[in-house]
């Protein structure tokens, strides 16, 4: 069984082919990092238009490296939702139409759903039952998963998503979009315990975390480091990069093994942009060593959008495939309505 | 030739199909259920011709401009179906369609671009004058006279149009829109070069879409 797999929810294009009985086949990647670049964020209308210029060649050379053709194809799976609903109807209209004139059914699957499963790519697999962190650009929950499609929602940010956190506070500090991985690479070079800012909700009794705050404590800590030094200079920067970093995986890391403490589960599985963090990794690495728990994180070039994972979810949901015609999509769609797979 | 043509860039789901005969057509008001209906509607159509894809010589698309996401609907799908049975492309501009259904000297066609700005282009002797352009319906320029009015935007914007150009028009027709089975005409005139299906190349018209970082920047200061 060979699932075509197509993601085009943001702002990324991506394409990918997943067998069955021999894993992952091809994947290939259109980011458009720097088409939005100079609008300082993700622009829908150029996110739309970008993607339906990528996705047909992006396919054939998805086909290509695999040294498959179309007749070859069981089913295509295609990103419905959440995301921009320009952007996924592109990759909706295509997809559906391929199937339609293949006479092969399709697959909606929940992009959230594919960053969940992404970690299933790599071996070892991790079993279920396991503890997603799902930290992205756009969103940060812990999740108890059971199974596919068995997903139960422990905790999540009550404001901005963790990336989003990592991109606004590189761009207050004057680092270009999207500023997140860059930020990271600074704090690198930073000083420990130069600085230290504030850990909302540490010790909050639930699983919900919140970072908004933590970027106007950045803007405060900047501000009174040039009203002291004058000028921001490029060590004081990374030294306040270290302290953000620090801050939140601190959280990130203590959240985590709260919900593996209390779900008594212990796998800890993680996806989404964020995951990509050096320092995350070392974090939850080092407290997992301690406590006999296990980590797991989907191949580095799978933490980001991308087709594998969807044409993974694709998959892992076969039943749920349908004769390909009238399709709709999702901007908006909550994880936990999904039917068991 | 036996074609498809297709074009989802207005309230319109317009759907034509030719085996080299008279032509198949579905052309009706679907509101915003293009993705619902567009696929089975094609599927209905091939059906009665008894026909499959393999047997085309090229789908023809809306090529814009219009209803940006609307185009993109029409592009993917027929790129999908195209790439699915091997078939080339042929992409004809919106306005092209609109002009050709009207057998007069002049045409002036404007579509409604929203935003208080029409698409507009002229035609004469069935050959359009120039570029699509965008911009206020005000600012339409239509040098000498004996120009018949086509399309949304006189029906969106009477004063700007019908009541400023006033004599160099002689008459409107607001109601004429992209039909599919024009787009067979069209294609079939071999004006449209094919195309694989991969360079699809839509005209949006409407280029600046938003401020840079740095403009938003001179904007606040
Ligand atoms: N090494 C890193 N350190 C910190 N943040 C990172 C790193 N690499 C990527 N990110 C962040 O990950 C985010 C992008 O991840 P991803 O593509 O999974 O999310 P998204 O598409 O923005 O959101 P979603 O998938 O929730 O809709 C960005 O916010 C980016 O800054």
Known sequence: MLVLGIESSCDETGVALYDLDKGLLAHHLHTQMALHAEYGGVVPELASRDHIRRVLPLTRACLADAGKTLADLSAIAFTQGPGLGGALMVGASFANALAFGLGIPVIGVHHLEGHLLSPLLSEPRPDFPFVALLVSGGHTQLMAVRGVGDYQILGETLDDAAGEAFDKTAKLLGLDYPGGPMLSRLAERGTPHRFTLPRPMLNSPDLDMSFSGLKTAVLTLVRQVEAEHGELTEQLRCDICHAFQEAIVEVLVKKSLKALKETGMKRLVVAGGVGANKQLRAGLNDAAARRRLEVFYPPLALCTDNGAMIAFAGAMRLKHAHAAGAFTIKPRWDLSALPAA | ?221
Not at chain 2, 6 to 25: E, F, M, Q
Request: with cysteine.
């Open chain 2, 1 to 221: 030739m036996k074609l498809l043509a297709l074009d989802t860039s207005t309230d319109h789901l317009s759907l034509a199909l030719t085996l080299g005969g008279a032509a198949l057509v579905f052309h009706q008001p679907v509101g915003q259920q293009h993705a619902e209906r567009t696929l089975p509607e094609i599927g209905r159509l091939l059906a009665e011709a008894g026909a499959t894809l393999g047997q085309l010589d090229a789908i023809v698309y809306g090529q814009g401009p219009g209803s940006f996401t609307g185009l993109r609907i029409a592009c993917g799908i027929a790129q999908g179906l195209a790439f699915s049975a091997g078939l080339p492309l042929i992409g004809v501009p919106t306005l092209d369609a609109v002009a050709a259904q009207d057998d007069g000297a002049r045409q002036l066609v404007c579509l409604d671009a929203r935003m208080n700005q029409v698409f507009s282009a002229r035609y004469e002797q069935g050959q359009r004058v120039g570029d699509i352009a965008v911009g206020a319906p005000e600012e339409v320029d239509c040098p000498g006279e004996g120009w018949t009015g086509l399309g949304s935007g006189f029906a969106a914007y009477p004063d700007a149009l019908v009541t400023r150009l006033g004599q160099t028009l002689i008459a409107t027709r607001p109601e004429l829109k992209p039909h599919a089975a024009v787009y067979l005409d069209l294609a079939a005139t071999g004006r449209y070069p094919p195309h694989a299906a991969e360079s699809a190349e839509l005209l949006y018209v409407r280029n600046k879409i938003a401020l840079t970082a740095r403009e938003q920047q001179a904007r606040r200061a």
